[in-house]
């Protein structure tokens, strides 16, 4: 009995490695010690109303930047190790089958459970107020969302103690990533772990697209609407044409693995081509997903630190439309090198120089908003200003790329890897960054310390450059991508070095940033006012942190920037601020399903991932029927009375009479 | 209060509008989920690595059979939209049934169908075209066997609550969920079996 048990501990969990043991230990005192100050504090109660059930936009856009965060700091902890091993020559820190798993696990963590999240972070708390809205279209979905995101990553990050990690790299490419290579359950994490939050993304793409074209305030034309909405919805349109794709790929290398099909095997007729096609086809507009957000949040940031209205609303709409749309046509440029002749090849390298033109349109109006502004540089602007030399090497390095002929020298070198995190690094995640500051005080009320935020800013630019530009020279000198160790012979130790100092100050940097949140805690002032940056848009309307049911009354739009226009005629004194009625407010009511019904989900997963039916089926069951009582039920709504909406008003420092 | 969605005049959209624009949506995102699937179809329809292929398993006289059943379910899902229409509960009910029926027996006739090529050696792991094949067909089945669960807790609540803006909007979203079903069916018959044989 004993012996039994002590083998399948030793095939079940991951064992050998210090570094897992080390994990171990911190996952297991980290559960304890947040049960136990739940139940100390009498929290658990409190926790479930207010949190886990909650169908509150702000609310889940907050779960989601916080989980967020902490795969930043798991994908990081990967990135720091991978560059500790490259360090120096002939390393002996990590083993060639470590190296693969950490990569893997870095990129697949970092682009779906660092990236995308804190994206539909910044959609949540912000785009209803935005669009001067209540709530989402569809509030119930969208907590649905988050939570099934939240058992994907969760299943995925599991994978680290608990049966081995994938090695496959983040698209998991077969043949290697079938059973035949790859028999260990690390690959059905990966499945598990990403199709159950890609369904999750799936329906927020659905949910934002209705939001957005159906819920927005009266008077709020397509033509007045924000341009981070507009972002957020050609980002939607993408996302709903391209994570099907993604679906399916995913279900049939589920089924190769699981079922014993032939779809990319290498016997039995099978065709591995046929995934790395289906999954850029995905992988491609993947990038520009999340990219286009970023687009948004310059563009507001820009306008309201130069004190100007954006310049060339139109081309800005329009450049994104045509990116999300060229971005579904470039897909094999991911593999210029893998004999699809050269008339595929010139076709795809032309679609891909022309996502350049839009994207200039778009650099080339934020400079044009700045020009003759009155520009003051809080964090936010910082960063944006930051961004755009960023923006204009990768962009310049990415159509080198693009070259065809040029290509079959940087295909998967070190140029690519600097390439492809200029882009993501410093066009998306430092994009976000830029609208985590902005938005902070409509978030949570306060504004992060400026002086603690701009030391952060510093250390992850040097941090970068240092990081990531001597790895485009390191390509062309032939180090390739994906290598865990290098000989002294080379020639490529002081570069390497160089970019590990860059890593590790990143890491630095994050850390200053997590103590900017708890200094800006401690020594909290709160914002009264709602618009502290003297912000355009409507979501500064209201006081912050946004009350529950956001507007007191719905807003009337009148123009674009209709908030700053609202403010310069009452300063003009052409306008009163109106007196309001206010009416009783339909609200959705909170629901235990959504998390319910995800963890279900994981139970499916996981089953499914260690072939136990026992668990799976019964997770299925219970998948089943948790959509059944949703279906059955029809008590979904209530309403606040004025009562209650003049206490909360009151509460926030506005009184309405 | 029984229905939140009629009569208050607050400003906030029309519920029921708002869920069929989203399925619309979904129903694209599906559109685009077979489309993937019969591209993989089409990819892999030669290779058969030495072992039968279409032309030596199909029988076509039950595809005819069972096209036939879910194409006419099709139309009784319009009846009963029609009689939902006239407010007429019962007819209502009734045709839902029939489609349920006519549904439960399409699959039937499915789940014949692969238990037959089974038989004859034709499994999944076979070769990559009959993985493509399942795969694709199964889908579809699957499909079709969630429409059959929806429309019977649909009848249901029909049978509880009557036709209100809420169970009409469900069952517009059915009858369209079950037209779309019969389009890709169309699909699957003329790509993988008439295609198939010829
Ligand atoms: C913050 C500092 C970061 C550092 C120091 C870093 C470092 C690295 C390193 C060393 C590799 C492995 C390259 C190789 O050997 O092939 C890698 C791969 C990768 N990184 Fe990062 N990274 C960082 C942030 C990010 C971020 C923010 C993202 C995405 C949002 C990202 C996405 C990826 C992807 C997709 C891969 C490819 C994984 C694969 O080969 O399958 N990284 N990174
Ligand atoms: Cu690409």
């Given at each position: 009995?004993?012996?039994?048990?002590?083998?399948?501990?030793?095939?079940?969990?991951?064992?050998?490695?210090?570094?897992?043991?080390?994990?171990?230990?911190?996952?297991?005192?980290?559960?304890?010690?947040?049960?136990?100050?739940?139940?100390?504090?009498?929290?658990?109660?409190?926790?479930?109303?207010?949190?886990?059930?909650?169908?509150?936009?702000?609310?889940?856009?907050?779960?989601?930047?916080?989980?967020?965060?902490?795969?930043?700091?798991?994908?990081?902890?990967?990135?720091?190790?991978?560059?500790?091993?490259?360090?120096?020559?002939?390393?002996?820190?990590?083993?060639?089958?470590?190296?693969?798993?950490?990569?893997?696990?870095?990129?697949?963590?970092?682009?779906?459970?660092?990236?995308?999240?804190?994206?539909?972070?910044?959609?949540?708390?912000?785009?209803?107020?935005?669009?001067?809205?209540?709530?989402?279209?569809?509030?119930?979905?969208?907590?649905?969302?988050?939570?099934?995101?939240?058992?994907?990553?969760?299943?995925?990050?599991?994978?680290?103690?608990?049966?081995?990690?994938?090695?496959?790299?983040?698209?998991?490419?077969?043949?290697?990533?079938?059973?035949?290579?790859?028999?260990?359950?690390?690959?059905?994490?990966?499945?598990?772990?990403?199709?159950?939050?890609?369904?999750?993304?799936?329906?927020?793409?659905?949910?934002?697209?209705?939001?957005?074209?159906?819920?927005?305030?009266?008077?709020?034309?397509?033509?007045?609407?924000?341009?981070?909405?507009?972002?957020?919805?050609?980002?939607?349109?993408?996302?709903?044409?391209?994570?099907?794709?993604?679906?399916?790929?995913?279900?049939?290398?589920?089924?190769?693995?699981?079922?014993?099909g032939h779809f990319f095997t290498l016997d039995g007729g099978g065709n591995?081509?046929?995934?790395?096609?289906?999954?850029?086809?995905?992988?491609?507009?993947?990038?520009?997903?999340?990219?286009?957000?970023?687009?948004?949040?310059?563009?507001?940031?820009?306008?309201?630190?130069?004190?100007?209205?954006?310049?060339?609303?139109?081309?800005?709409?329009?450049?994104?439309?045509?990116?999300?749309?060229?971005?579904?046509?470039?897909?094999?440029?991911?593999?210029?090198?893998?004999?699809?002749?050269?008339?595929?090849?010139?076709?795809?390298?032309?679609?891909?120089?022309?996502?350049?033109?839009?994207?200039?349109?778009?650099?080339?109006?934020?400079?044009?908003?700045?020009?003759?502004?009155?520009?003051?540089?809080?964090?936010?602007?910082?960063?944006?200003?930051?961004?755009?030399?960023?923006?204009?090497?990768?962009?310049?390095?990415?159509?080198?790329?693009?070259?065809?002929?040029?290509?079959?020298?940087?295909?998967?070198?070190?140029?690519?890897?600097?390439?492809?995190?200029?882009?993501?690094?410093?066009?998306?995640?430092?994009?976000?960054?830029?609208?985590?500051?902005?938005?902070?005080?409509?978030?949570?009320?306060?504004?992060?310390?400026?002086?603690?935020?701009?030391?952060?800013?510093?250390?992850?630019?040097?941090?970068?450059?240092?990081?990531?530009?001597?790895?485009?020279?390191?390509?062309?000198?032939?180090?390739?991508?994906?290598?865990?160790?290098?000989?002294?012979?080379?020639?490529?130790?002081?570069?390497?070095?160089?970019?590990?100092?860059?890593?590790?100050?990143?890491?630095?940097?994050?850390?200053?940033?997590?103590?900017?949140?708890?200094?800006?805690?401690?020594?909290?002032?709160?914002?009264?006012?709602?618009?502290?940056?003297?912000?355009?848009?409507?979501?500064?309307?209201?006081?912050?942190?946004?009350?529950?049911?956001?507007?007191?009354?719905?807003?009337?739009?009148?123009?674009?920037?209709?908030?700053?226009?609202?403010?310069?005629?009452?300063?003009?004194?052409?306008?009163?601020?109106?007196?309001?009625?206010?009416?009783?407010?339909?609200?959705?009511?909170?629901?235990?399903?959504?998390?319910?019904?995800?963890?279900?989900?994981?139970?499916?997963?996981?089953?499914?991932?260690?072939?136990?039916?026992?668990?799976?089926?019964?997770?299925?069951?219970?998948?089943?029927?948790?959509?059944?009582?949703?279906?059955?039920?029809?008590?979904?709504?209530?309403?606040?009375?004025?009562?209650?909406?003049?206490?909360?008003?009151?509460?926030?420092?506005?009184?309405?009479? | 209060?029984?229905?939140?969605?009629?009569?208050?005049?607050?400003?906030?959209?029309?519920?029921?509008?708002?869920?069929?624009?989203?399925?619309?949506?979904?129903?694209?995102?599906?559109?685009?989920?077979?489309?993937?699937?019969?591209?993989?179809?089409?990819v892999l329809q030669g290779s058969t690595d030495g072992g039968?292929g279409?032309?030596?398993?199909?029988?076509?006289?039950?595809?005819?059979?069972?096209?036939?059943?879910?194409?006419?379910?099709?139309?009784?899902?319009?009846?009963?939209?029609?009689?939902?229409?006239?407010?007429?509960?019962?007819?209502?009910?009734?045709?839902?049934?029939?489609?349920?029926?006519?549904?439960?027996?399409?699959?039937?006739?499915?789940?014949?169908?692969?238990?037959?090529?089974?038989?004859?050696?034709?499994?999944?792991?076979t070769s990559a075209f009959w993985t493509a094949?399942?795969?694709?067909?199964?889908?579809?089945?699957?499909?079709?066997?969630?429409?059959?669960?929806?429309?019977?807790?649909?009848?249901?609540?029909?049978?509880?609550?009557?036709?209100?803006?809420?169970?009409?909007?469900?069952?517009?979203?059915?009858?369209?969920?079950?037209?779309?079903?019969?389009?890709?069916?169309?699909?699957?018959?003329?790509?993988?079996?008439?295609?198939?044989?010829?």
């Amino acid at each position: 009995m004993w012996e039994s048990v002590k083998e399948f501990a030793s095939e079940f969990f991951v064992t050998g490695d210090p570094l897992i043991y080390g994990a171990d230990v911190s996952i297991v005192l980290s559960m304890i010690a947040i049960v136990s100050v739940l139940t100390y504090f009498k929290k658990w109660g409190w926790l479930w109303r207010e949190w886990l059930t909650t169908v509150d936009h702000k609310k889940i856009g907050i779960m989601y930047i916080l989980a967020s965060v902490l795969m930043l700091f798991r994908g990081g902890v990967d990135a720091l190790l991978m560059r500790a091993q490259l360090a120096m020559p002939e390393m002996q820190f990590l083993s060639g089958d470590h190296y693969n798993q950490i990569f893997t696990t870095h990129g697949v963590i970092m682009i779906l459970f660092m990236a995308m999240p804190l994206m539909f972070g910044l959609f949540n708390v912000i785009v209803p107020l935005q669009l001067g809205a209540r709530d989402v279209a569809f509030p119930f979905l969208n907590a649905l969302s988050f939570w099934l995101f939240f058992s994907g990553a969760m299943l995925f990050n599991l994978s680290f103690v608990i049966g081995g990690s994938p090695d496959a790299g983040w698209l998991a490419y077969p043949p290697y990533s079938e059973l035949a290579f790859n028999p260990g359950p690390g690959q059905d994490f990966y499945i598990w772990g990403i199709q159950i939050s890609g369904i999750g993304s799936l329906m927020t793409g659905i949910n934002f697209i209705v939001t957005i074209l159906k819920v927005r305030a009266p008077g709020m034309t397509l033509m007045k609407m924000p341009m981070f909405s507009w972002s957020v919805l050609s980002s939607c349109i993408a996302i709903v044409f391209a994570f099907p794709i993604l679906t399916v790929t995913l279900a049939l290398l589920f089924i190769d693995r699981y079922l014993g099909g032939h779809f990319f095997t290498l016997d039995g007729g099978g065709n591995p081509m046929m995934y790395i096609n289906l999954i850029w086809m995905w992988g491609h507009p993947e990038v520009y997903i999340i990219v286009l957000p970023a687009f948004g949040i310059f563009s507001e940031i820009v306008a309201t630190f130069s004190r100007k209205k954006l310049f060339g609303y139109k081309s800005m709409v329009f450049a994104m439309i045509i990116i999300s749309v060229l971005s579904f046509l470039v897909w094999a440029h991911h593999f210029f090198t893998m004999g699809s002749g050269a008339d595929v090849n010139a076709f795809f390298a032309v679609t891909t120089m022309l996502i350049a033109i839009p994207t200039g349109v778009k650099v080339f109006n934020w400079l044009f908003t700045m020009f003759r502004g009155k520009i003051t540089f809080e964090t936010p602007m910082l960063w944006t200003v930051g961004i755009i030399p960023n923006f204009v090497i990768g962009g310049m390095t990415g159509v080198l790329l693009s070259v065809a002929p040029a290509d079959f020298q940087y295909h998967n070198s070190y140029f690519l890897v600097a390439h492809f995190h200029q882009v993501i690094i410093a066009g998306v995640v430092f994009g976000f960054f830029a609208g985590l500051y902005y938005w902070w005080p409509k978030i949570f009320g306060f504004k992060l310390n400026e002086r603690i935020g701009r030391w952060a800013f510093w250390l992850w630019n040097i941090g970068f450059y240092l990081c990531f530009m001597p790895q485009y020279a390191l390509g062309l000198m032939g180090m390739t991508r994906r290598l865990y160790t290098y000989g002294w012979d080379k020639g490529w130790f002081e570069m390497n070095l160089v970019s590990t100092i860059g890593a590790v100050i990143m890491g630095a940097a994050f850390l200053v940033q997590i103590w900017d949140i708890a200094h800006s805690i401690k020594h909290m002032k709160r914002d009264t006012t709602g618009d502290p940056w003297n912000a355009r848009t409507l979501e500064w309307s209201i006081p912050s942190p946004a009350p529950f049911y956001n507007f007191a009354v719905m807003p009337q739009v009148t123009s674009q920037d209709d908030w700053h226009e609202r403010k310069l005629r009452i300063e003009q004194g052409l306008e009163k601020p109106a007196k309001v009625e206010l009416e009783p407010i339909h609200m959705p009511k909170n629901s235990g399903i959504p998390i319910v019904m995800s963890m279900f989900w994981f139970f499916v997963g996981f089953g499914l991932i260690f072939d136990w039916l026992w668990m799976a089926v019964p997770g299925f069951i219970g998948v089943i029927g948790c959509m059944v009582v949703h279906s059955f039920n029809y008590d979904t709504d209530y309403y606040v009375t004025v009562e209650e909406i003049k206490r909360t008003e009151a509460e926030a420092g506005r009184v309405i009479t | 209060m029984a229905n939140v969605n009629a009569g208050h005049h607050d400003h906030h959209p029309d519920q029921e509008e708002l869920r069929t624009f989203a399925f619309w949506i979904y129903l694209m995102t599906d559109v685009i989920l077979f489309a993937t699937l019969f591209a993989t179809y089409i990819v892999l329809q030669g290779s058969t690595d030495g072992g039968p292929g279409p032309k030596d398993l199909f029988q076509m006289n039950g595809i005819y059979a069972s096209t036939f059943i879910l194409l006419t379910s099709s139309f009784t899902s319009g009846l009963a939209i029609l009689a939902m229409n006239k407010g007429n509960r019962l007819a209502l009910m009734n045709w839902l049934g029939v489609t349920v029926f006519l549904g439960a027996s399409f699959l039937f006739l499915e789940i014949n169908e692969f238990m037959h090529l089974v038989s004859e050696g034709a499994t999944i792991s076979t070769s990559a075209f009959w993985t493509a094949f399942y795969t694709l067909v199964g889908t579809h089945g699957l499909h079709v066997a969630l429409g059959l669960g929806w429309m019977i807790i649909l009848i249901m609540q029909i049978a509880k609550r009557g036709i209100t803006p809420v169970t009409k909007r469900k069952v517009n979203i059915i009858s369209l969920f079950w037209h779309f079903l019969d389009v890709v069916w169309i699909f699957v018959f003329t790509i993988v079996y008439v295609m198939g044989v010829n």
